[in-house]
């Protein structure tokens, strides 16, 4: 990060500090519902308990697929991680993003050992790091869908996490598989990167950095 990019993110945190009308989204990260290796859930009910508790913040939310062709994303600092700098390469990975505004933009990771939450370029910074010393197999790409969308129309019957035996590779959430009036299941739609198909706007890394922060504001 350059000096002028940590100066610039030092300054948005004392705004957040001081903005009064900057509303909590969430209560601790303890708090909300998480099941591990079911992320899309875990936003899904991030995005429900926003709906309910700040309604008037759901339009400044969006829900990230983050995914490949190969489904092979190499994300660091992620709990699962085992070495010191906690990488992980996932099929796929979903975020919460709250942008308050054209400077400040906060990342919910319930998966993530950085703070719940954490300002966006300090995540994509030590989350992402660069694609450039990647192999294109690993260049990860960013499925952002506005929350109310997300709410809308996600569906999963977790399938996914199911053996060819019909027993479960991870423990579900306790609660009823998602679903809406229309699908019962559609979660590939969203893992999927193929620009111009399905909900929201797929982005590269250097797009969807450029989507949520500038430096020159």
Known sequence: MSVNAQVHLSNNENNLKNDKSMKPLFPKREECS??????????WKLC??????????????????ISNPCRTVPLWKQRAGREDDRLVIWDYHVIFL??????????????????????????????????QVLKSDFHRFFRVVPAKQFLQNFASDRRHMKRTDGSWIKP??????ICTPHSTHNLDEFINMDVGTGLGQVFNLTDFVHRFYKINK
């Open 34 to 43: 998480h099941v591990s290796c079911y992320c899309e859930e875990n936003v």
């Open 48 to 65: 429900q308990d926003a709906s309910i508790r700040v309604p008037e913040e759901l339009d400044r939310c969006y829900v990230v697929f």
């Open 98 to 131: 709250y942008s308050w505004d054209f400077k400040t933009c906060l990342v919910y990771d319930l998966d993530s050992e950085l703070p719940f939450p954490t300002f966006f370029h300090k995540y994509v910074t030590e989350t992402f790091r660069t694609d």
């Open 172 to 177: 579900p959430p306790p609660y009823p598989a």
